[in-house]
């Protein structure tokens, strides 16, 4: 079955520290890949998305990810992260030509300490 | 804009109440979906909605019953429910599910607890 695996079930760094959530997924042909992010009492919010061409994706609030079609992986990177960026990261695919299924990840959750 | 809004923003409901869950969307998107999400789980996808009809069931118990009354609305009507369905419950909307580069953007969700 179709999966997708975040590494890094929580991540806790200081302020201004570099920033990389690893997702991996195990479906062989054409994919989506989404990464969405869950703020403390919010909903899911989409950070970046790639569909096809330059595997390297930028997003909001300084992130981007990099889609590795060899290593079926989409990792999430910022340079720089801040405390408002603590939060839960859900990496999401959606294989090509299906109806609208989105496979999430089981999320990171990311805390930024001042 | 890619406001999604759900309400009511909490429901408790006993075992034997009929409630509704309600998602609205003025973007124009032609698919809407109904996802559940437990805590510290990532959502799951429950129904899909497109073009005003029902495209993906993903075996859900028929205690929750999906309506979608037009384009821009979903309901997800529920009866009977057990303790275990307690959850968020996610609306999300996209423009069109089988375009190749089709985006879902969530609503805030509705959590829901069943005593």
């Known amino acids: 079955a179709q999966s997708v695996s975040q590494h890094n079930h929580h991540v806790i760094l200081s302020e201004a520290a570099s920033l990389e959530l690893g997702c991996n997924y195990s479906y062989g042909g054409t994919v989506n890949l989404f990464w969405y992010v869950q703020y403390p009492g919010q909903h899911l919010q989409l950070l970046l998305k790639?569909?096809?061409?330059?595997?390297l994706v930028k997003g909001i609030k300084g992130f981007e990810a990099e889609f590795i079609k060899s290593k079926f992986s989409f990792n999430l990177r910022k340079p720089s992260v801040q405390w408002s960026d603590t939060a839960e990261y859900f990496c999401a695919v959606r294989r090509g030509g299906s109806q609208g299924n989105l496979i999430f990840g089981k999320g990171t959750k990311l805390s930024v300490k001042p | 804009d890619t406001e999604v809004t759900q309400t009511p923003k909490h429901l408790v409901m006993g075992m034997t109440n009929k409630k509704s869950l309600k998602c609205e969307q003025h973007?124009?998107?032609?698919?809407m979906y109904w996802y559940k999400q437990k805590a510290k789980k990532p959502p799951e996808l429950m129904f899909v909605?497109?073009?005003?009809?029902?495209?993906i069931n993903e075996s859900v118990p028929s205690r929750f019953s999906p309506e979608c009354p037009n384009s821009s609305l979903l309901n997800l009507h529920l009866h009977a429910l057990q303790p275990e369905d307690s959850a968020l419950y996610l609306c999300?909307?996209?423009?069109?599910?089988?375009?190749?580069?089709?985006?879902?953007?969530f609503g805030p969700g509705t959590r829901l607890t069943v005593l």
């Open positions: 790639y569909f096809s061409g330059d595997p």
């Open positions: 909605y497109s073009y005003e009809k029902l495209s």
């Open positions: 973007m124009g998107h032609r698919a």
């Open positions: 999300a909307s996209s423009q069109d599910s089988g375009h190749r580069t089709d985006t879902q953007y």
